[in-house]
């Protein structure tokens, strides 16, 4: 009787041990557990920020990219601006030379005439 008594003593004093071993396991577990969370947390907040950050980054390329598109637009039309005067300008430049010589042939056909005439 004392060595069943003894031997159940051991298993009670084992199964003790054992549950004391397997608390101290869950609490190391909930210990990581929560330490996995909070890292989980930071890294959540950091994504957040560097989302908020990459947007942030794209809105300003954006405005950017719009006011170079003006620039280029602007530009365009004063260039097309500057081809229209050009191109108004070789034409009077070619009526003035045509009226020019319409002018001169007529001074010469005067100076014959008034030669023709003066003899």
């Known amino acids: 009787v004392k060595e069943v008594a003894s031997e159940t003593a051991k298993q009670v004093m084992l199964s003790e041990e054992e549950k004391r071993e397997l608390e101290d396991r869950v609490v190391a577990q909930s210990r990581e557990m929560e330490a996995l969370q909070t890292k989980i947390g930071h890294l959540e907040r950091q994504s957040e920020a560097e989302l908020m950050a990459a947007a942030e980054v794209k809105h300003e390329l954006q405005q950017r990219v719009q006011q170079q ?3 280029l637009d602007r530009a365009n039309e004063q260039q097309a601006s500057v081809a229209a005067a050009e191109s108004e300008r070789k ?3 070619d009526k003035y ?3 020019l010589g319409q002018m ?3 001074v010469r056909v005067l100076k014959e005439d008034k030669v023709k ?3």
């Open 91 to 93: 034409v009077l430049e």
């Open 104 to 106: 001169l042939e007529q």
């Open 117 to 119: 005439t003066d003899k």
């Open 97 to 99: 030379k045509s009226d």
């Open 69 to 71: 598109q003006q620039t």
